[in-house]
């Protein structure tokens, strides 16, 4: 009897051991950040652009583009995880529509990403200092807070919505295909991301806060929307989004008691492709919502 307690103590503790060194390692692997070169050229935008370097709260520096069109206005565009400042067509299409509206444009890589300092993601509870770094910027331009717009998208939109903890008098935000906290996020995609059970997950999330100071708990874009009563927001998600459920966005639009603020459902199609699959529509939202909060 002694000998079978003596090895299932044994197998309890390998077990728990071979538990803690994976979620460890899987911790350590699935925060860094993919980084993506950077292939597309700010031409794409239409304007000259000038090469910036934005200083984080946290000292990390982080580098962009600006596109200078109005001394008036300005729309901050923020990239998604593993991306970066221009990476895809949807960012590109974006940035040119704000332009064109007469709209000065700032894009930028946040941090871990593309050419800025850093090496980890945290679903917006760092990131947020990089978007105030970046309306920081503009404002020593001489652009006053309110006339400073926040457009993201997935992780990036996430991000402007937990930005507003930092900067809360920017001018509007619209958030593209952004998850409501960051818990249900991690747990709806981590057994897709990281190829184990979803009895490996708390244990990789308490992992990641303790090694890395990364708090999935932390991250609440819905608290913060709730927060703000008396802001209207521009909520735009795709009812076949794999990637962030369209649930996160109709939690996000019932946080909101603005009713100027508006849910855009976008059907068929996928995880931030409404301006692909709508794209005079996705253009003339955006723009009437900005032209409305940033009068």
Not at 134 to 142: C, E, F, K, T
Not at 157 to 183: E, F, K, M, N
Not at 185 to 206: D, K, Q, R
């Amino acid at each position: 009897m002694k000998r079978w307690v003596r090895l299932g103590l044994a197998a309890v503790v390998t077990s728990a051991v071979a538990y803690v060194a994976v979620c460890v390692y899987v911790a350590n692997e699935v925060t860094r950040v993919d980084r993506a070169p950077r292939e597309r050229s700010p031409s794409e935008v239409g304007v000259q652009h000038e090469d910036v370097q934005l200083r984080t709260g946290d000292g990390l520096t982080l580098r962009g583009w600006f596109f200078a069109v109005s001394r008036d206005r300005a729309a901050i565009v923020v990239h998604g995880k593993d991306g970066n400042r221009l990476d895809s067509d949807h960012l590109a299409r974006v940035a040119r529509w704000l332009a064109e509206a007469g709209y000065s444009v700032l894009v930028f890589d946040l941090r871990g990403h593309g050419e800025s300092e850093g090496e980890r993601f945290s679903l917006g509870q760092q990131e947020r200092r990089d978007v105030a770094a970046a309306v920081d910027h503009l404002v020593g331009r001489g652009f006053a807070m309110r006339r400073i717009a926040l457009v993201g998208e997935s992780m990036g939109a996430g991000t402007v919505l937990q930005a507003l903890a930092l900067r809360p008098h920017v001018g509007a935000v619209v958030a593209d295909s952004a998850y409501a906290d960051g818990r249900s996020i991690v747990a709806e995609n981590a057994v897709a991301e990281t190829g184990l059970p979803s009895v490996f997950t708390p244990g990789i999330l308490l992992a990641a806060r303790v090694l890395f100071g990364l708090d999935a708990d932390a991250v609440d874009p819905e608290r913060i929307v709730r927060s703000l009563p008396d802001r209207a927001f521009l909520f735009i998600h795709c009812d076949g989004d794999g990637t962030v459920s369209p649930r996160h966005a109709e939690r996000l639009g019932a946080a909101s008691v603005d009713r100027r603020t508006e849910l855009w459902m976008a059907r068929g199609c996928g995880h931030v492709g409404a301006s692909a699959r709508h794209p005079d529509e996705y253009r003339r939202r955006l723009l009437d919502f900005l032209a409305t909060q940033m009068r």
